[in-house]
């Protein structure tokens, strides 16, 4: 295992740069069609992310966060599983499943989080606190790469952070909490750790604009903003409700009366959140454009994007790209098995 191989990033584009796929287009409903059909002749499921495009989440077989989507790679009986989500979803899904054959829409759709923090940088930093006789428990979100992976004592998700942190870190431990220094500050509030905090976060969840957020707000009375941990500290701030995904989506099936909801994460939630709650409506917190300052309501994450019915098709057709098995994959096994499903 060598430092080149586990420290090659994907790249990570600025959100309002990216560039749809320039191939031709075709129907959406054929495509379904034509993916229903290849998923039985392929022997084949389909796993998708909330962040991904609502067409494609109404033709996987399980959908959901990055916590109930790892559960549910585990009771895949197919020969195949096809992940729609980026890159490190699909990682968690082979190591889960090695004996599964395990495909990527497009092996481009990386995570900003996960390049936050390579494993070389991690590996130094943990080196550099064992140095000062620090006794350190590393915590890593699950936005990380298998590498990353293989040098933590736990991996969290959104959804089960707290409890982690909580239950089964030891009290006299300091921790390392990588990558994502937003849901890291969240978690040192609501479960009184210190944390020492890594430097990274999401490139959709930190440029929601506070502003245009307070206007929408003052603009739809008795609205409600829900956001994710991710946003930074302002956000979390003056929302209402605070959670991962799938807490979301809970959250708004459990309020019977119809209600305005503004949503801080990535705006292909709002899907899942329609199906499952008709009756509200759900309006997308604006983000500020990186390249003129502008607000825009299309916070959508490039990565996730990636993923079309086309290109889902194509892999199910073709069967690559697939997600090759590396010798790390073991110990980040270990530790994804017993933080997520034990």
């Not at 090695?98 to 989080?113: I, M, N, T």
């Not at 350190?136 to 933590?152: E, G, M, P, R």
């Not at 603009?219 to 003056?238: D, F, R, T, Y």
């Not at 098709?313 to 997520?340: M, N």
Request: proline fraction near 6%.
């Amino acid at each position: 295992m060598t430092t080149a191989t586990l420290g090659s990033p994907l790249p990570v584009m600025d959100p309002r740069s990216f560039e749809a796929d320039e191939r031709t287009e075709e129907d959406p409903l054929d495509l379904m069609d034509e993916i229903d059909r290849l998923k039985k002749e392929k022997d084949a499921t389909i796993l998708a992310h909330y962040y991904v495009d609502g067409e494609i989440q109404d033709v996987a077989d399980f959908c959901g966060d990055s916590l109930q989507l790892a559960r549910d790679a585990t009771k895949v009986t197919t020969g195949t599983i096809v992940f729609c989500g980026v890159h490190f979803m699909a990682e968690s899904a082979k190591i889960l499943n090695p004996e599964k054959r395990v495909l990527l829409p497009d092996l481009l759709a990386g995570c900003s989080l996960a390049e936050s923090c390579t494993y070389p940088a991690l590996k130094a930093r943990q080196e550099e606190l064992k140095a000062e006789g620090r006794d350190v428990v590393t915590v890593a979100y699950i936005n990380t790469s298998a590498a990353v992976k293989s040098l933590c004592d736990w991996i969290v998700t959104s959804g089960n952070a707290r409890e982690v942190i909580e239950d089964r870190v030891p009290k006299d431990k300091e921790i390392l909490f990588v990558p994502d220094q937003h849901l890291g500050r969240y978690l040192v509030e609501v479960t009184g750790r210190e944390m020492i905090l890594w430097p990274g976060s999401c490139m959709v969840h930190e440029i929601f604009s506070l502003t245009d957020m307070r206007r929408a707000k003052k603009n739809n009375p008795g609205s409600e903003v829900i956001a994710h941990p991710e946003c930074p500290q302002n956000i979390l701030a003056e929302s209402d409700f605070i959670g991962g995904t799938e807490r979301l989506k809970q959250y708004v099936m459990g309020i019977e009366e119809p209600r305005t909801f503004l949503v801080a994460t990535e705006a292909a939630m709002i899907h899942p959140l329609e199906k499952a709650a008709p009756r509200h409506t759900f309006i997308p917190v604006p983000g500020i454009m990186t390249d003129s300052g502008e607000t825009c309501a299309c916070n959508r994450c490039p990565h996730m994007a990636r993923n079309t019915l086309q290109k889902t098709r194509d892999c199910l057709r073709d069967g690559k790209p697939e997600i090759e098995w590396k010798d790390y994959f073991d110990p980040a096994k270990e530790v994804l098995t017993r933080s997520l499903l034990q």
